[in-house]
C-alpha cells in the first residue's frame, strides 16, 4: 500500500537499476574463517541503516552521488574484499565460512528513484518500518547462501537523497560498521588512502571448546508480561535532552558518590528505561527480567586489536534482577551493577570463558526459547561514525535511521543521535524502542516524569 504524503501525493519509489560492483583491482579466490563472536548465532542478522543527504545544487553527472559511490565502493572493495563474499552456515559444525575474491564476488548497488522532496518526510524522522524498507537494499540471498553487504541510492524530486544499507552482523560490529562507512566516504570524497587500513585476524577471538561437561551458560528471564504474547507492536523514537540527563546524572550523585568514576549518559538513561519498561510491561514481581549490556573487549585482547580491526569484538553482559528489585532499586543501585559487570567483561580470563561459552552454544546449535519479556537489551549506536566524517560533498547526514528486524527490536533499546534538524537536541540522545501498544502509553508515561527529576 503507497505511503501517503498529502492528499493527493503516494509516496512511489522505482528501482531503476541494480547492479553488482567488485573490486576494482583483482582479488584472487580464497575463503576466510570468522571468529566466534562473528559466529555467535545471534549475530547473524542484517543491520539496516539509512543516510539521509539534503539536496546540494548545481550537480554535474560525474558528481552526483549515484556515480561517486559506485566509484568509491568499488576502490572500498580493494581493502574490504570480504564484504563482496558469499556467507555461509555449515550443518556440519554450524560454523560460517566466506567465499570471497575472483568472478564471482561483488556489492548489489541499486539506484532509486522517487516523486517526493525530503522535506515531505521530514528527512525520515519517525518513519515506520515499512515505508523504510523502500530505501534499502534487498539483494542478498544467492543460492548458497547470502551476500554480506549491499547498498541503495535513493534520489528525491529537490536534489537530496539516501544511502540505505544492509550489512551482516555477522562481519562486523557498530564499531566495524562505522569504520566501513567512514572508508567509503573518505574514497568519495577524493582520498587515494584510507586514514585506517582494514584488517581481517579473525583468528585472534576464536576460542576453545570445554572439556568439561559444564552447560554452557544462556540467561534465564522468567518475568511475564500481561501483554504478551500480542500482534500489536509499536515502535516509538522519543527524544531526551541534555537538560534532562543533567539532571538525572546530578540526582543519581546525590544518591551515592562514585567517586572517580561518573556515570555516563548511557548508565543513568539506560537504568531509568529498564525502570520504565518494567513498569510498563507489569511484569509479575517475583519474576526474573534482565538487563543485557554488549561491552566492547578490543583493549582486553593480549595484545589489544588493531585499529583496522572490523569484526565482532564485544561480549554480551547480563545483569539479572526481579521485577520487585527492580522497581525497588534506586538509579545507583543499577548503575553500580552495569559498572560491575563492564569491569568483568575487561578480564582477560573472562574473555577467554566466554568465547569458550559461545563455541559450546554454536556446536550444540542452542537457542533461548524461553518467554522473553523480561529481557531488555540496550546498545549504543550514538557514535557509530565516530572514526571519520560520513561528509563526502553533501555535508554530514542530517538524520541517521536503524532500521530493526521485528524479532530483535521486541526486545532492544537503542541509544541514536537525534536528528540535525533539531537545534534543541544538540547534547540530548534518541532512544528507539518498540513495545506492546497498550504498554507504549504508560512507558513515554515515565519519559515524559524524567523531565521533572
Known sequence: MPVQISSSIPLVVEKKLTQMVKPSEHIPPQTLSLSTLDNDPDNEVIYKTIYVFKEKKALDDADRPETLLKEALSDLLVCYYPLSGILKRWESDRKLQLTCGGDEGGVAFTVATTNVELSSLKYLDNIDSDTALKFLPHELQVEDGYRPFALQVTKFRCGGFTLGIAMSHAMCDGYGLGHTMCALA???????????????????????PREDDQPPFVPVYTAVSPYLPTDDWVTENINISAESIRRLKEATLREYDFSNEAPTTFEVIGAYLWKSRVKALSLNQDGVTVLGLPVGIRKVVDPPLPDGYYGNAYIDMYVPLTTREVGEFMISDIVKLIKKVKKKAHDKDYLQEELSNTEDIIKMNLTNKDKKDGLFFLTDLRNVGIFGSMDFGWNEPVNIVQVVPPETARTIGMFMRPSRLEPAMVGGVQIMITLPKAAMAKFKEEINALAKV
Not at 573518505?186 to 576453545?208: A, F, H, Q, S, Y
Open 186 to 208: 573518505e574514497l568519495v570524497g577524493g582520498k587515494k588512502k584510507l586514514r585506517v587500513t582494514p584488517v581481517w585476524e579473525r583468528e585472534r577471538l576464536v576460542g576453545k
